[in-house]
């Protein structure tokens, strides 16, 4: 490209100069003196110097000289081959051709008189070897910008992968999408949630498992996490950079355990990534474990009782003491009719019978009344007030005031529901020492007891409470010391999903 620019840029200077010379009157008038050649010669070698070129020769038509470079060439015909068109067709051109001083660009031009007539021609040329010195020359200077360039592309770009290389972590391409790939697999992989922030506070990446954990089935990401997943935790990573480890938080209707971790940026928070789990499910199943191993305990107790009854009516009828035998069996049929009448006729759910039943059975092992209101009445409960949650209240609530009147001298327990209106209401009240006022609002908070012992306590109630928040119900707690403590229990019939 250089080299075609150079001599297309030689060419046209050439042919330039020759049509000037062309229209100069001097060279015209001199063509018909005597001697053309004493006034052309001079002028044309002037030219020739001024414009640097090789050489400005002017001929006659028949192509003989009037000028040259080389004094002895004047009065010779030009050679090249190359005068044809402009003598015979008037024409200004381009040529290339090998004359007396070697191979050039040449620019033709005719000279005509002042009729129109061609009466010589002007040569205006430049040897091809000093083009091509020139062009070598350029070139030159072209690969040495070149080579100067690379060599601080070649520099920027060591600089720029060394630091594409620091904030990759030395990692290549190929492996940087492998990560990428591998992540996303991951991140969609696990059953636990998995959700990112930046400082701001606006979600950079949640993953499915997320999405269904928290009931969202839009994309999220770039949307503020207020409202969407609760924050206060997040919030506190980002300002303490430490990290907030199994923190339990009710979200909506579920239970979940969160861990945030934050991210660093140059020894600054720049983010937080939380994952969370649905504690639900597991706490469900551990209390509805806990209650049958309560419930086995119960049949267990029931059946010991029973067991020693029958020992004693064995021992009465072996004695011969049929009397005494008759009147214990009636005084426990007629305990049992009385609670049975209460239990399967004025109380027509079978969960709670169920319930009844086996602390009935406990209580007369632990020598405890434990007396069931005959103004109790219930229909069979709706669907939402579900099994595991009704032994988690009910059972926790009965045991704790089982506990409360063991040592007195006539524990007493006793267990009233009723269905009229809009709430389901359970009360269990009992006789014992009653509840300091300072400590009846913290009995729903995870881990208080006031009762002392080596064995982990403080969850029944904790769980009690935690089990009727989720059916939208609610415990109050009323205690005095002279009549002891009343525990009430509202569920409502219609459960709104909150």
Known sequence: MESK?????????????????????TIIDAFETSDPARTIQPLAEKIRKETGAEFVVIGNKEGIRYSHPLPSKIGKKMTGGDNVW????AEYYVSKAKGSLGPSIRGKSPILNNRGEVIGIVSVGFLLEDVQEQILTSIFKVLLVSLFALLLSFIGSILLGRNIRKDTLGLEPYEIAALYKEKNAVLHGVKEGILAINKEGYITMMNQPAKRLLHIQRSVRNSK???????????????????????????????VIVNCTPLFDDKEVSGVVASF??????????????????????????THEFTNKLYVLSGLLQLGEYEDA???IQKETKVLQVQNSVVFNQIQDSKIQAILLGKLGKASEKKIEFVISPDSDLETLPSHLNLSNLIVIIGNIIDNAFEAVSGLDFPKVQFFTTDIGSDIIFEISDNGEGIDEKEISLLFDRGFSSKKGDLPRGYGLSNAEEAAVKMNGMIEVHSNPESGTVFTVYLPKEYKRS
């Open 225 to 255: 996490v207020d409202g969407l997943f609760p924050s206060e935790y997040l919030y506190e990573v980002l300002k303490t950079g430490n990290a907030q480890e199994d923190k339990e938080m009710v979200w909506g209707d579920k239970t």
């Open 5 to 25: 620019q150079i001599e297309g840029n030689k060419g046209r200077m050439a042919l330039g100069i020759s049509k000037t010379v062309s229209f100069m009157p």
């Open 326 to 328: 008759i009147d214990m």
């Open 86 to 89: 402009a003598i015979k067709e």
């Open 277 to 302: 789990r649905d504690k639900t499910e597991i706490q469900q199943m551990v209390n509805t474990i806990s209650e049958v191993n309560r419930y086995s305990e119960d049949l267990r107790a029931q």
